[in-house]
Structures are given as C-alpha cells and as structure tokens.
C-alpha cells in the first residue's frame, strides 16, 4: 500500500512563504515524476509544479519566480518553497507522485491535500 502524506499548509499574510513536503511511504520499487497541483473553490484543480527523478522541473505561469520545488530522492519527499504568496494562491494543495509499485506498475498516486490560505 502506497501512501503519500503531506504537510505545512496554513494560514499567512500577503507576501510570507510557506514550505510544503510530502513523502512517500509503503512498499514500492521507485518515484518518477512528483508534483503539486491546487485547487481552488469552484475552479478545476490546476498544475502548480512538477520534478522528474532526475530534478527537472516544470512550473505554472503563475508561479514562476515565486515558487520552488524541489525532492530528496533518498527521503521519497518532494518540497514545494512558495514564497511572495498572494491571495489567490490560496487553495487545498495536493501532492502527486507516478510510483512504480510493486505489482510492476506504474500509478499516479496522490494526498490527501493541504490547505494553504493567504490572507490579511
């Protein structure tokens, strides 16, 4: 059974940083590609960031800049660093993760979510 656990969402002002981690935990042969995406009330869940295995990244237009992911691959953990946050980055944040498991298979798993909230 693989699970993939997130933490470090929260509430914080306009322009403060918060830092994401999520980690793989179960039985499973390896990670591919990691990543996070969000999802704001009444809108579809949207890519934020996505790291293959071998570190690159890809981000949203959004959050260029801003954002920073990152994994540590003997941790099964990926990071997301958001920083300059704005209102409108605020949304439940789910990690991803293509794992390889151990029926020889490649899923995409995903969390359960975190709440991130910007606001004065």
């Known amino acids: 059974q693989v699970q993939l656990v997130e933490s470090g969402g929260g509430l914080v002002q306009p322009g403060g940083s918060l830092r994401l981690s999520c980690a793989a935990s179960?039985?499973?042969?390896?990670?591919?590609?990691m990543g996070w995406y969000r999802q704001a009330p009444g809108k579809q869940r949207e890519l934020v960031a996505t790291i293959t295995n071998d570190g690159r990244t890809n981000y949203a237009d959004s959050v260029k800049g801003r954002f920073t992911i990152a994994r540590d691959n003997a941790k099964n953990t990926v990071y997301l660093q958001m920083n300059s946050l704005k209102p409108e980055d605020t949304a439940v944040y789910y990690c991803?993760?293509?794992?390889?498991?151990?029926?020889?298979?490649?899923?995409?798993?995903w969390g359960q979510g975190t709440q991130v909230t910007v606001s004065s």
């Open positions: 991803d993760a293509h794992i390889l498991n151990i029926a020889r298979t490649v899923v995409n798993y």
């Open positions: 179960g039985s499973f042969f390896s990670i591919h590609t």
